[in-house]
Protein backbone atom coordinates (compact mmCIF):
# COMPACT_ATOMS: atom_id res chain seq x y z
CA UNK A 1 0.00 0.00 0.00
CA UNK A 2 1.56 3.32 -1.66
CA UNK A 3 0.07 7.38 -0.34
CA UNK A 4 -0.49 8.11 -4.31
CA UNK A 5 -2.63 11.05 -3.48
CA UNK A 6 -1.69 12.08 -7.71
CA UNK A 7 -3.40 8.81 -8.38
CA UNK A 8 -6.41 9.65 -6.06
CA UNK A 9 -6.83 13.15 -7.91
CA UNK A 10 -6.94 11.35 -11.48
CA UNK A 11 -9.26 8.70 -11.73
CA UNK A 12 -12.95 9.12 -11.55
CA UNK A 13 -14.35 6.33 -8.96
CA UNK A 14 -17.46 4.47 -8.31
CA UNK A 15 -17.59 5.43 -4.78
CA UNK A 16 -15.51 7.48 -2.15
CA UNK A 17 -15.28 6.01 1.23
CA UNK A 18 -14.64 8.83 4.30
CA UNK A 19 -13.04 6.84 7.28
CA UNK A 20 -11.11 4.00 7.50
CA UNK A 21 -12.91 2.43 10.92
CA UNK A 22 -13.89 -1.37 10.34
CA UNK A 23 -16.93 0.17 8.94
CA UNK A 24 -15.09 2.14 6.38
CA UNK A 25 -12.69 -1.34 5.76
CA UNK A 26 -15.83 -3.45 5.25
CA UNK A 27 -17.19 -1.18 2.81
CA UNK A 28 -14.15 -0.63 0.49
CA UNK A 29 -13.79 -4.31 0.49
CA UNK A 30 -17.88 -5.22 0.21
CA UNK A 31 -17.89 -2.93 -3.09
CA UNK A 32 -14.87 -3.86 -4.56
CA UNK A 33 -15.56 -7.22 -4.42
CA UNK A 34 -18.44 -6.29 -6.28
CA UNK A 35 -15.91 -4.96 -9.24
CA UNK A 36 -16.54 -1.32 -8.19
CA UNK A 37 -13.84 1.57 -8.04
CA UNK A 38 -13.64 2.29 -4.83
CA UNK A 39 -11.04 4.74 -3.07
CA UNK A 40 -11.21 5.56 0.70
CA UNK A 41 -9.58 7.68 2.61
CA UNK A 42 -8.93 8.57 6.36
CA UNK A 43 -7.68 11.56 8.28
CA UNK A 44 -5.72 10.07 10.74
CA UNK A 45 -4.37 6.32 10.52
CA UNK A 46 -6.23 3.53 9.32
CA UNK A 47 -8.55 2.37 12.29
CA UNK A 48 -7.20 5.00 14.66
CA UNK A 49 -10.64 6.03 16.34
CA UNK A 50 -13.34 4.05 18.17
CA UNK A 51 -12.15 0.26 16.42
CA UNK A 52 -9.39 0.92 17.76
CA UNK A 53 -10.67 0.89 21.09
CA UNK A 54 -12.84 -1.63 21.13
CA UNK A 55 -13.53 -4.52 23.94
CA UNK A 56 -12.76 -7.20 21.45
CA UNK A 57 -15.73 -9.49 21.41
CA UNK A 58 -16.94 -10.72 18.07
CA UNK A 59 -20.93 -10.89 20.09
CA UNK A 60 -22.69 -13.91 18.78
CA UNK A 61 -26.20 -11.95 20.61
CA UNK A 62 -26.31 -13.86 23.51
CA UNK A 63 -27.28 -10.74 25.06
CA UNK A 64 -30.15 -9.78 23.06
CA UNK A 65 -31.98 -12.71 24.18
CA UNK A 66 -32.62 -10.94 27.29
CA UNK A 67 -33.84 -7.93 25.30
CA UNK A 68 -35.99 -10.63 23.49
CA UNK A 69 -34.65 -9.27 20.38
CA UNK A 70 -34.01 -12.23 18.42
CA UNK A 71 -33.83 -10.19 14.76
CA UNK A 72 -30.47 -8.87 16.28
CA UNK A 73 -29.16 -12.19 18.03
CA UNK A 74 -29.69 -14.01 14.96
CA UNK A 75 -28.06 -11.05 12.97
CA UNK A 76 -25.05 -11.08 15.22
CA UNK A 77 -24.08 -14.63 15.22
CA UNK A 78 -24.40 -14.85 11.55
CA UNK A 79 -21.69 -12.11 11.67
CA UNK A 80 -19.76 -13.78 14.05
CA UNK A 81 -19.58 -16.64 12.07
CA UNK A 82 -18.63 -14.90 8.98
CA UNK A 83 -15.67 -13.29 10.72
CA UNK A 84 -14.68 -16.76 11.95
CA UNK A 85 -14.69 -18.04 8.26
CA UNK A 86 -12.76 -14.70 6.33
CA UNK A 87 -10.55 -13.99 9.01
CA UNK A 88 -9.68 -17.29 11.05
CA UNK A 89 -6.43 -16.04 11.90
CA UNK A 90 -7.63 -12.64 13.69
CA UNK A 91 -10.81 -13.85 15.57
CA UNK A 92 -11.10 -16.89 17.82
CA UNK A 93 -13.55 -18.57 19.94
CA UNK A 94 -13.36 -17.28 23.52
CA UNK A 95 -15.15 -18.94 26.24
CA UNK A 96 -16.74 -17.07 28.78
CA UNK A 97 -17.63 -18.40 32.39
CA UNK A 98 -21.10 -17.21 34.23
CA UNK A 99 -21.40 -17.81 37.54
CA UNK A 100 -24.50 -18.77 38.86
CA UNK A 101 -25.94 -17.71 42.51
CA UNK A 102 -29.19 -18.61 44.66
CA UNK A 103 -32.29 -19.68 42.76
CA UNK A 104 -33.78 -16.17 41.38
CA UNK A 105 -32.40 -14.40 38.20
CA UNK A 106 -28.96 -14.98 38.71
CA UNK A 107 -29.83 -18.84 39.26
CA UNK A 108 -28.72 -22.07 37.24
CA UNK A 109 -32.33 -22.94 36.23
CA UNK A 110 -32.78 -19.79 34.94
CA UNK A 111 -29.53 -18.92 33.23
CA UNK A 112 -29.07 -22.36 31.81
CA UNK A 113 -32.72 -22.21 30.26
CA UNK A 114 -31.66 -19.13 28.15
CA UNK A 115 -28.34 -20.45 26.85
CA UNK A 116 -29.87 -23.55 26.05
CA UNK A 117 -32.67 -21.31 24.03
CA UNK A 118 -29.42 -19.42 22.75
CA UNK A 119 -27.89 -22.32 21.36
CA UNK A 120 -31.01 -23.56 19.58
CA UNK A 121 -31.17 -20.75 18.11
CA UNK A 122 -28.38 -20.46 16.67
CA UNK A 123 -27.65 -23.82 15.64
CA UNK A 124 -26.46 -22.96 12.09
CA UNK A 125 -23.54 -21.23 14.01
CA UNK A 126 -20.53 -23.04 12.59
CA UNK A 127 -21.62 -23.54 9.17
CA UNK A 128 -19.22 -22.96 6.83
CA UNK A 129 -16.38 -23.13 9.21
CA UNK A 130 -14.01 -25.52 8.32
CA UNK A 131 -11.51 -25.44 11.23
CA UNK A 132 -12.58 -27.16 14.12
CA UNK A 133 -10.78 -24.92 16.60
CA UNK A 134 -13.07 -22.29 15.46
CA UNK A 135 -16.46 -23.83 15.77
CA UNK A 136 -18.31 -22.29 18.72
CA UNK A 137 -19.32 -25.25 21.12
CA UNK A 138 -22.23 -25.59 22.86
CA UNK A 139 -23.22 -24.06 26.40
CA UNK A 140 -21.67 -26.11 28.93
CA UNK A 141 -22.58 -26.26 32.74
CA UNK A 142 -20.42 -26.03 35.43
CA UNK A 143 -20.64 -27.65 38.68
CA UNK A 144 -19.95 -24.92 42.14
CA UNK A 145 -16.76 -27.08 42.67
CA UNK A 146 -15.73 -26.75 39.12
CA UNK A 147 -16.22 -22.81 38.59
CA UNK A 148 -13.49 -22.62 41.40
CA UNK A 149 -11.01 -24.69 40.19
CA UNK A 150 -11.14 -21.94 37.42
CA UNK A 151 -11.70 -18.95 39.49
CA UNK A 152 -10.72 -19.89 43.00
CA UNK A 153 -11.14 -16.25 43.44
CA UNK A 154 -15.02 -15.79 42.77
CA UNK A 155 -17.25 -14.49 45.21
CA UNK A 156 -18.22 -18.00 47.13
CA UNK A 157 -21.46 -16.23 49.39
CA UNK A 158 -24.38 -18.76 47.41
CA UNK A 159 -22.50 -19.59 44.56
CA UNK A 160 -24.21 -22.49 42.95
CA UNK A 161 -21.98 -23.53 39.89
CA UNK A 162 -21.76 -21.80 36.66
CA UNK A 163 -22.67 -21.82 32.62
CA UNK A 164 -19.38 -21.46 30.34
CA UNK A 165 -20.30 -20.55 26.23
CA UNK A 166 -18.24 -18.52 23.41
CA UNK A 167 -18.03 -15.55 21.47
CA UNK A 168 -15.31 -14.48 19.55
CA UNK A 169 -12.43 -12.91 20.56
CA UNK A 170 -10.08 -10.18 17.73
CA UNK A 171 -6.38 -11.09 17.69
CA UNK A 172 -5.97 -7.13 17.21
CA UNK A 173 -8.80 -5.12 15.87
CA UNK A 174 -6.23 -2.75 13.98
CA UNK A 175 -5.38 -5.83 11.99
CA UNK A 176 -8.14 -6.69 11.05
CA UNK A 177 -9.43 -3.36 9.90
CA UNK A 178 -6.22 -3.39 8.18
CA UNK A 179 -6.77 -6.91 6.62
CA UNK A 180 -10.32 -5.83 5.34
CA UNK A 181 -8.47 -2.38 3.82
CA UNK A 182 -5.68 -4.34 1.94
CA UNK A 183 -7.99 -6.84 0.84
CA UNK A 184 -9.60 -3.86 -0.96
CA UNK A 185 -6.44 -2.74 -2.61
CA UNK A 186 -4.79 -5.86 -3.68
CA UNK A 187 -8.55 -6.21 -5.50
CA UNK A 188 -8.16 -2.50 -6.67
CA UNK A 189 -9.03 -0.26 -4.40
CA UNK A 190 -7.41 3.30 -3.63
CA UNK A 191 -6.38 3.65 0.10
CA UNK A 192 -4.71 6.51 1.73
CA UNK A 193 -4.15 7.51 5.29
CA UNK A 194 -3.48 11.46 6.89
CA UNK A 195 -6.31 12.30 4.23
CA UNK A 196 -9.34 14.50 5.55
CA UNK A 197 -12.64 15.14 3.78
CA UNK A 198 -12.67 18.99 4.31
CA UNK A 199 -16.10 19.42 1.81
CA UNK A 200 -18.33 18.32 -0.63
CA UNK A 201 -17.81 18.33 -4.48
CA UNK A 202 -21.45 19.07 -5.60
CA UNK A 203 -23.27 20.02 -9.32
CA UNK A 204 -26.62 20.95 -7.89
CA UNK A 205 -28.30 18.55 -6.10
CA UNK A 206 -25.78 15.44 -6.80
CA UNK A 207 -22.85 15.05 -4.51
CA UNK A 208 -19.64 14.40 -7.01
CA UNK A 209 -16.76 13.91 -4.96
CA UNK A 210 -15.40 14.67 -1.98
CA UNK A 211 -12.69 18.07 -0.78
CA UNK A 212 -9.87 16.48 1.18
CA UNK A 213 -7.10 17.84 2.92
CA UNK A 214 -3.76 15.78 3.15
CA UNK A 215 -2.79 16.60 6.80
CA UNK A 216 0.74 15.94 6.52
CA UNK A 217 1.38 18.80 4.05
CA UNK A 218 -1.87 20.44 4.30
CA UNK A 219 -2.48 20.38 0.73
CA UNK A 220 -5.72 20.29 -0.94
CA UNK A 221 -7.54 18.21 -3.69
CA UNK A 222 -10.51 16.61 -5.01
CA UNK A 223 -11.51 13.52 -5.59
CA UNK A 224 -14.25 13.02 -8.10
CA UNK A 225 -16.80 9.66 -7.44
CA UNK A 226 -20.42 9.02 -8.43
CA UNK A 227 -20.53 8.42 -4.53
CA UNK A 228 -19.97 9.41 -1.44
CA UNK A 229 -20.60 6.46 1.43
CA UNK A 230 -19.65 8.56 4.83
CA UNK A 231 -18.42 6.38 7.71
CA UNK A 232 -16.78 8.29 10.02
CA UNK A 233 -18.11 7.14 13.07
CA UNK A 234 -18.79 9.74 15.82
CA UNK A 235 -17.07 12.12 13.46
CA UNK A 236 -19.55 11.04 11.07
CA UNK A 237 -22.59 13.87 12.17
CA UNK A 238 -19.66 16.24 12.46
CA UNK A 239 -18.54 15.79 8.93
CA UNK A 240 -22.33 16.38 7.66
CA UNK A 241 -22.37 19.51 9.82
CA UNK A 242 -19.75 21.62 8.84
CA UNK A 243 -18.24 20.33 5.91
CA UNK A 244 -21.06 19.12 3.92
CA UNK A 245 -23.75 21.55 5.65
CA UNK A 246 -26.55 18.34 5.94
CA UNK A 247 -26.67 18.42 9.48
CA UNK A 248 -28.86 15.43 10.49
CA UNK A 249 -32.16 16.72 12.01
CA UNK A 250 -32.14 14.43 14.69
CA UNK A 251 -28.53 14.81 16.40
CA UNK A 252 -27.79 11.46 17.86
CA UNK A 253 -26.95 10.43 21.67
CA UNK A 254 -23.68 8.93 22.19
CA UNK A 255 -22.02 7.24 24.36
CA UNK A 256 -18.14 6.98 25.66
CA UNK A 257 -17.52 3.14 25.96
CA UNK A 258 -14.92 2.70 28.08
CA UNK A 259 -12.83 -0.37 28.88
CA UNK A 260 -8.82 -1.10 30.52
CA UNK A 261 -6.27 -2.95 30.80
CA UNK A 262 -4.72 -4.20 33.93
CA UNK A 263 -1.60 -5.88 35.44
CA UNK A 264 -3.56 -9.24 36.34
CA UNK A 265 -3.47 -12.63 35.17
CA UNK A 266 -6.86 -14.69 35.14
CA UNK A 267 -5.78 -18.49 35.84
CA UNK A 268 -6.77 -19.77 32.79
CA UNK A 269 -7.60 -19.49 29.08
CA UNK A 270 -11.41 -18.24 29.77
CA UNK A 271 -13.05 -15.17 30.53
CA UNK A 272 -15.60 -14.67 33.28
CA UNK A 273 -18.48 -12.33 33.14
CA UNK A 274 -19.53 -10.44 37.16
CA UNK A 275 -22.49 -8.78 37.69
CA UNK A 276 -21.73 -4.86 38.27
CA UNK A 277 -24.17 -2.09 40.13
CA UNK A 278 -26.30 -0.44 37.20
CA UNK A 279 -29.01 -2.28 36.10
CA UNK A 280 -30.18 -2.94 31.99
CA UNK A 281 -32.97 -0.92 31.41
CA UNK A 282 -33.46 -2.75 27.75
CA UNK A 283 -34.18 -6.57 29.60
CA UNK A 284 -37.28 -7.87 28.58
CA UNK A 285 -36.22 -11.12 30.46
CA UNK A 286 -34.62 -9.21 33.21
CA UNK A 287 -31.08 -10.52 35.58
CA UNK A 288 -30.46 -7.71 38.43
CA UNK A 289 -27.27 -5.89 36.48
CA UNK A 290 -25.17 -5.51 34.10
CA UNK A 291 -22.40 -7.73 33.54
CA UNK A 292 -18.68 -6.57 33.81
CA UNK A 293 -16.13 -8.71 31.52
CA UNK A 294 -12.75 -9.97 32.74
CA UNK A 295 -11.15 -11.10 29.64
CA UNK A 296 -7.22 -13.02 29.10
CA UNK A 297 -5.71 -9.96 27.19
CA UNK A 298 -1.92 -10.87 26.04
CA UNK A 299 -0.68 -11.37 29.29
CA UNK A 300 -3.01 -9.44 31.31
CA UNK A 301 -6.83 -8.65 31.64
CA UNK A 302 -8.56 -6.70 29.98
CA UNK A 303 -11.77 -5.00 31.95
CA UNK A 304 -15.15 -3.53 30.59
CA UNK A 305 -17.14 -2.01 29.36
CA UNK A 306 -18.63 0.83 30.74
CA UNK A 307 -20.74 3.30 29.41
CA UNK A 308 -21.79 7.38 29.78
CA UNK A 309 -23.58 9.23 27.82
CA UNK A 310 -21.35 12.00 26.24
CA UNK A 311 -21.59 15.17 24.16
CA UNK A 312 -18.52 16.74 23.46
CA UNK A 313 -16.41 15.97 20.28
CA UNK A 314 -15.16 12.86 19.64
CA UNK A 315 -11.79 14.50 19.15
CA UNK A 316 -11.96 15.38 22.81
CA UNK A 317 -12.87 11.60 24.51
CA UNK A 318 -10.91 10.28 27.56
CA UNK A 319 -11.19 8.52 30.53
CA UNK A 320 -9.73 10.97 33.52
CA UNK A 321 -8.18 9.14 36.42
CA UNK A 322 -11.03 10.01 38.63
CA UNK A 323 -13.56 7.92 36.36
CA UNK A 324 -11.27 4.69 36.30
CA UNK A 325 -11.02 4.80 39.98
CA UNK A 326 -15.06 4.15 39.70
CA UNK A 327 -14.58 1.81 37.38
CA UNK A 328 -11.80 0.46 39.82
CA UNK A 329 -14.38 0.75 42.37
CA UNK A 330 -17.30 -1.37 40.86
CA UNK A 331 -15.25 -4.13 39.63
CA UNK A 332 -13.27 -4.39 43.37
CA UNK A 333 -17.18 -4.77 44.26
CA UNK A 334 -18.00 -7.76 42.13
CA UNK A 335 -14.61 -9.66 41.95
CA UNK A 336 -13.04 -8.25 45.43
CA UNK A 337 -10.38 -10.38 45.48
CA UNK A 338 -8.75 -8.17 42.63
CA UNK A 339 -8.09 -5.82 44.57
CA UNK A 340 -7.14 -3.23 41.61
CA UNK A 341 -5.71 0.41 42.38
CA UNK A 342 -5.20 2.94 39.50
CA UNK A 343 -1.34 1.81 39.01
CA UNK A 344 -2.74 -1.56 37.98
CA UNK A 345 -4.09 0.21 34.93
CA UNK A 346 -2.10 -0.21 31.84
CA UNK A 347 -3.95 1.09 29.26
CA UNK A 348 -7.36 2.54 29.02
CA UNK A 349 -9.52 2.57 25.51
CA UNK A 350 -12.53 4.46 24.88
CA UNK A 351 -14.29 5.85 22.15
CA UNK A 352 -18.54 6.69 21.14
CA UNK A 353 -20.32 4.45 20.18
CA UNK A 354 -24.98 5.46 18.82
CA UNK A 355 -26.93 5.30 22.04
CA UNK A 356 -30.43 4.58 22.91
CA UNK A 357 -33.16 7.42 23.47
CA UNK A 358 -32.14 8.42 27.48
CA UNK A 359 -33.02 10.92 29.75
CA UNK A 360 -30.09 13.30 30.65
CA UNK A 361 -28.39 12.16 33.91
CA UNK A 362 -30.27 8.82 33.56
CA UNK A 363 -27.83 6.14 35.30
CA UNK A 364 -29.43 2.91 34.02
CA UNK A 365 -28.97 3.75 30.02
CA UNK A 366 -30.16 2.46 27.17
CA UNK A 367 -27.55 1.05 24.40
CA UNK A 368 -28.23 2.01 20.72
CA UNK A 369 -29.93 -1.21 18.97
CA UNK A 370 -29.27 -0.60 15.25
CA UNK A 371 -26.67 1.46 12.81
CA UNK A 372 -27.87 4.88 11.72
CA UNK A 373 -27.80 4.22 7.52
CA UNK A 374 -28.69 7.36 5.87
CA UNK A 375 -29.34 7.78 1.56
CA UNK A 376 -29.12 11.55 1.84
CA UNK A 377 -31.36 11.68 -1.12
CA UNK A 378 -34.60 10.97 1.36
CA UNK A 379 -33.52 13.26 3.92
CA UNK A 380 -31.95 16.47 2.49
CA UNK A 381 -32.70 15.44 -1.33
CA UNK A 382 -29.13 15.52 -2.17
CA UNK A 383 -28.60 12.14 -4.30
CA UNK A 384 -25.14 10.36 -4.49
CA UNK A 385 -24.25 10.18 -0.49
CA UNK A 386 -25.08 7.47 1.77
CA UNK A 387 -23.74 7.70 5.41
CA UNK A 388 -23.97 4.84 7.88
CA UNK A 389 -22.54 5.44 11.16
CA UNK A 390 -22.06 2.04 13.12
CA UNK A 391 -22.80 0.56 16.68
CA UNK A 392 -21.25 -2.37 16.89
CA UNK A 393 -17.49 -3.84 15.11
CA UNK A 394 -18.88 -7.29 15.16
CA UNK A 395 -22.25 -6.18 12.53
CA UNK A 396 -19.77 -3.61 10.01
CA UNK A 397 -19.59 -6.62 7.12
CA UNK A 398 -23.33 -7.22 6.75
CA UNK A 399 -23.99 -3.16 7.83
CA UNK A 400 -21.56 -1.91 5.30
CA UNK A 401 -23.03 -4.48 2.54
CA UNK A 402 -26.88 -2.81 3.36
CA UNK A 403 -24.33 0.75 2.56
CA UNK A 404 -22.93 -0.37 -0.30
CA UNK A 405 -26.63 -2.03 -2.12
CA UNK A 406 -27.41 1.48 -1.78
CA UNK A 407 -24.62 2.85 -3.46
CA UNK A 408 -25.09 0.41 -6.15
CA UNK A 409 -28.69 0.95 -7.13
CA UNK A 410 -27.33 5.11 -7.27
CA UNK A 411 -24.73 4.18 -9.57
CA UNK A 412 -27.69 1.94 -11.54
CA UNK A 413 -24.86 -0.52 -12.17
CA UNK A 414 -25.31 -4.21 -12.29
CA UNK A 415 -22.76 -5.13 -9.92
CA UNK A 416 -21.36 -9.46 -9.45
CA UNK A 417 -21.10 -9.63 -6.41
CA UNK A 418 -18.59 -12.11 -5.02
CA UNK A 419 -20.17 -12.85 -1.28
CA UNK A 420 -18.01 -10.32 1.66
CA UNK A 421 -19.11 -13.30 4.11
CA UNK A 422 -17.75 -16.28 2.61
CA UNK A 423 -14.71 -14.93 0.81
CA UNK A 424 -11.50 -14.59 3.17
CA UNK A 425 -9.69 -11.43 3.57
CA UNK A 426 -6.29 -10.66 3.23
CA UNK A 427 -4.07 -13.69 5.19
CA UNK A 428 -7.46 -15.34 5.77
CA UNK A 429 -7.50 -18.35 3.37
CA UNK A 430 -6.47 -20.86 6.35
CA UNK A 431 -8.26 -24.02 6.63
CA UNK A 432 -6.61 -25.16 9.65
CA UNK A 433 -5.08 -22.15 11.95
CA UNK A 434 -2.93 -24.52 14.37
CA UNK A 435 -1.80 -26.64 11.51
CA UNK A 436 -0.28 -23.46 9.72
CA UNK A 437 1.34 -22.49 12.81
CA UNK A 438 2.95 -25.83 13.07
CA UNK A 439 4.46 -25.82 9.37
CA UNK A 440 5.21 -22.18 9.41
CA UNK A 441 7.73 -23.31 12.59
CA UNK A 442 9.15 -26.39 10.28
CA UNK A 443 9.33 -24.39 7.37
CA UNK A 444 12.10 -21.03 8.92
CA UNK A 445 15.60 -21.75 9.65
CA UNK A 446 15.75 -18.47 12.01
CA UNK A 447 14.95 -19.99 15.38
CA UNK A 448 11.94 -17.75 16.07
CA UNK A 449 10.88 -19.22 19.15
CA UNK A 450 6.97 -20.43 18.85
CA UNK A 451 5.16 -17.88 20.76
CA UNK A 452 6.74 -15.31 18.72
CA UNK A 453 5.59 -17.50 15.03
CA UNK A 454 1.94 -18.04 16.44
CA UNK A 455 1.69 -13.85 16.90
CA UNK A 456 3.43 -13.94 13.55
CA UNK A 457 0.35 -16.19 11.76
CA UNK A 458 -2.52 -14.63 14.02
CA UNK A 459 -1.47 -11.18 12.45
CA UNK A 460 -0.45 -11.55 9.40
CA UNK A 461 -2.20 -15.11 8.40
CA UNK A 462 -0.56 -16.52 4.98
CA UNK A 463 1.01 -12.75 4.42
CA UNK A 464 3.68 -14.13 7.22
CA UNK A 465 5.95 -15.20 4.28
CA UNK A 466 5.81 -11.37 3.03
CA UNK A 467 7.21 -10.44 6.46
CA UNK A 468 9.70 -13.56 6.98
CA UNK A 469 11.47 -12.73 3.58
CA UNK A 470 12.46 -9.87 5.25
CA UNK A 471 14.42 -11.74 7.37
CA UNK A 472 16.29 -14.13 4.77
CA UNK A 473 17.90 -11.03 3.49
CA UNK A 474 18.78 -10.17 7.01
CA UNK A 475 18.97 -12.35 9.75
CA UNK A 476 18.92 -9.75 12.48
CA UNK A 477 15.35 -8.76 11.71
CA UNK A 478 14.12 -11.92 12.79
CA UNK A 479 15.32 -11.05 16.75
CA UNK A 480 12.04 -9.55 19.10
CA UNK A 481 12.30 -5.99 20.05
CA UNK A 482 13.16 -7.13 24.09
CA UNK A 483 10.74 -9.21 25.16
CA UNK A 484 8.05 -8.88 22.86
CA UNK A 485 6.42 -11.39 20.40
CA UNK A 486 7.32 -8.48 17.68
CA UNK A 487 10.30 -9.16 15.56
CA UNK A 488 11.70 -6.47 13.51
CA UNK A 489 10.89 -7.29 10.11
CA UNK A 490 7.65 -6.18 11.33
CA UNK A 491 8.55 -2.29 11.86
CA UNK A 492 10.11 -2.28 8.00
CA UNK A 493 6.93 -3.93 6.75
CA UNK A 494 5.05 -1.80 8.26
CA UNK A 495 6.31 0.70 6.61
CA UNK A 496 7.23 -0.18 3.21
CA UNK A 497 4.08 -2.16 2.70
CA UNK A 498 1.33 -0.96 5.41
CA UNK A 499 1.43 2.65 5.04
CA UNK A 500 2.68 3.18 8.59
CA UNK A 501 3.68 6.88 8.61
CA UNK A 502 4.02 7.21 12.15
CA UNK A 503 6.18 5.18 15.19
CA UNK A 504 2.14 5.60 16.80
CA UNK A 505 0.79 3.63 13.73
CA UNK A 506 3.99 1.03 14.12
CA UNK A 507 3.19 0.75 17.85
CA UNK A 508 -0.52 0.83 18.09
CA UNK A 509 -1.43 -0.36 14.99
CA UNK A 510 0.79 -2.55 13.22
CA UNK A 511 2.28 -4.66 15.79
CA UNK A 512 1.33 -6.18 18.76
CA UNK A 513 3.92 -3.50 20.84
CA UNK A 514 1.41 -2.05 22.84
CA UNK A 515 -2.06 -3.63 22.69
CA UNK A 516 -1.18 -4.44 26.50
CA UNK A 517 -0.41 -1.55 27.17
CA UNK A 518 3.47 0.27 27.37
CA UNK A 519 6.09 -2.32 26.25
CA UNK A 520 9.18 -0.16 27.87
CA UNK A 521 11.70 2.39 27.07
CA UNK A 522 13.92 0.32 25.84
CA UNK A 523 11.53 -1.51 23.70
CA UNK A 524 10.14 1.94 22.18
CA UNK A 525 13.53 3.25 21.52
CA UNK A 526 14.53 0.16 19.27
CA UNK A 527 11.30 0.63 17.44
CA UNK A 528 12.41 4.06 17.01
CA UNK A 529 15.54 3.68 15.93
CA UNK A 530 14.58 1.58 13.19
CA UNK A 531 11.69 3.62 11.78
CA UNK A 532 13.96 6.50 12.19
CA UNK A 533 16.70 4.84 9.76
CA UNK A 534 14.03 3.60 7.49
CA UNK A 535 11.76 7.09 7.45
CA UNK A 536 14.73 9.33 7.60
CA UNK A 537 13.82 11.18 10.57
CA UNK A 538 16.63 13.73 12.48
CA UNK A 539 17.10 13.01 16.19
CA UNK A 540 14.21 15.68 17.12
CA UNK A 541 11.88 14.05 15.05
CA UNK A 542 12.58 10.31 16.09
CA UNK A 543 12.26 12.14 20.11
CA UNK A 544 8.76 13.88 19.30
CA UNK A 545 7.97 10.71 17.39
CA UNK A 546 8.37 9.03 20.66
CA UNK A 547 6.74 11.77 23.04
CA UNK A 548 3.30 11.47 21.09
CA UNK A 549 3.38 7.69 21.63
CA UNK A 550 3.73 8.19 25.21
CA UNK A 551 1.33 10.68 25.54
CA UNK A 552 -1.27 7.69 24.90
CA UNK A 553 -0.12 5.82 27.99
CA UNK A 554 -1.96 7.21 31.37
CA UNK A 555 0.46 9.46 33.00
CA UNK A 556 0.11 7.30 35.79
CA UNK A 557 1.59 4.55 33.66
CA UNK A 558 4.82 5.74 33.48
CA UNK A 559 5.20 5.53 37.13
CA UNK A 560 4.38 1.72 37.06
CA UNK A 561 7.21 1.34 34.37
CA UNK A 562 9.38 3.02 36.53
CA UNK A 563 9.12 0.41 38.96
C1 LIG B 1 -14.67 0.83 24.70
C2 LIG B 1 -15.42 0.22 23.54
C3 LIG B 1 -15.64 -1.13 23.51
C4 LIG B 1 -16.32 -1.71 22.42
N1 LIG B 1 -16.41 -3.05 22.38
C5 LIG B 1 -16.96 -3.64 21.29
C6 LIG B 1 -16.93 -5.04 21.18
O1 LIG B 1 -16.38 -5.75 22.04
N2 LIG B 1 -17.52 -5.60 20.09
C7 LIG B 1 -18.13 -4.85 19.13
O2 LIG B 1 -18.66 -5.44 18.19
N3 LIG B 1 -18.15 -3.50 19.19
C8 LIG B 1 -17.57 -2.87 20.24
N4 LIG B 1 -17.54 -1.51 20.32
C9 LIG B 1 -18.17 -0.71 19.25
C10 LIG B 1 -17.27 -0.63 18.03
O3 LIG B 1 -15.93 -0.41 18.42
C11 LIG B 1 -17.74 0.48 17.09
O4 LIG B 1 -19.08 0.26 16.77
C12 LIG B 1 -16.95 0.50 15.80
O5 LIG B 1 -15.57 0.46 16.03
C13 LIG B 1 -17.29 1.74 14.99
O6 LIG B 1 -16.53 1.70 13.81
P1 LIG B 1 -16.56 2.89 12.76
O7 LIG B 1 -15.78 2.46 11.60
O8 LIG B 1 -17.97 3.32 12.53
O9 LIG B 1 -15.90 4.12 13.53
P2 LIG B 1 -14.38 4.49 13.73
O10 LIG B 1 -13.57 3.31 14.06
O11 LIG B 1 -14.34 5.64 14.67
O12 LIG B 1 -13.93 4.95 12.29
C14 LIG B 1 -14.30 6.18 11.74
C15 LIG B 1 -13.05 6.77 11.11
O13 LIG B 1 -13.40 7.89 10.35
C16 LIG B 1 -12.31 8.79 10.40
N5 LIG B 1 -12.78 10.12 10.03
C17 LIG B 1 -13.58 10.94 10.74
N6 LIG B 1 -13.80 12.08 10.07
C18 LIG B 1 -13.14 11.98 8.90
C19 LIG B 1 -12.98 12.85 7.80
N7 LIG B 1 -13.55 14.06 7.77
N8 LIG B 1 -12.20 12.45 6.76
C20 LIG B 1 -11.61 11.22 6.77
N9 LIG B 1 -11.73 10.36 7.82
C21 LIG B 1 -12.49 10.73 8.86
C22 LIG B 1 -11.87 8.70 11.84
O14 LIG B 1 -10.54 9.16 12.01
C23 LIG B 1 -12.04 7.22 12.13
O15 LIG B 1 -10.84 6.49 11.97
C24 LIG B 1 -16.83 -0.90 21.38
C25 LIG B 1 -16.61 0.48 21.41
C26 LIG B 1 -15.88 1.04 22.46
C27 LIG B 1 -15.60 2.50 22.44
Known sequence: MKRDLNELENTEFDIVIIGGGIFGACAAWDATLRGLRVALI???DFCGGTSANSFKMVHGGVR??????????????????ALLRIAPHLVTPLPIVIPTYGYGASGKAFLGAGLYLYD?????????ISDKERKIPLTQFLSRKKILELFPDLKQDGLTGGAMFSDGQMYNPTRLVLAFI?????????????LEAVGLERSGDRVTGVQARDTLTGNLLSIRARVVVNTAGPWAEHFLGDAAKMPLEAKGTYSRDACFVVNRRLPGKQAVAVLGRTRDPDAVLSRPARHLFLVPWRNFTLVGVWHVVYDKHPDKVDVPAQDLESFIDEINWAYPSLNLTLKDVRMWNAGLVPFGINEPGATNLSYGKRSNL????????????????????????ADSAKAIDIAVAKLGVQAPRRDSSSTPIMGGDIPDFEDFVRQSMTKQRLGIDSGVMRALAHNYGTRLDHVLAYTEKDPSLAQTLGDSTVIKAEVIHAIQ??????????????????TGGNPGDQILRDCADLAAHELGWTNDQREAQLQEVYKRFPA???EIAAG
Do not use: P, W
Request: proline letters at 0%.
Open 42 to 44: EQG
Open 64 to 81: YLQHADIYRLRYSCKERS
Open 120 to 128: LLTLDRNRG
Open 182 to 194: QSAVAAGAKAVNY
Open 374 to 397: IDHRKTHSVDGMVTLIGIRYTTAR
Open 497 to 514: HEMAVTLADIVFRRTDLA
Open 556 to 558: FES
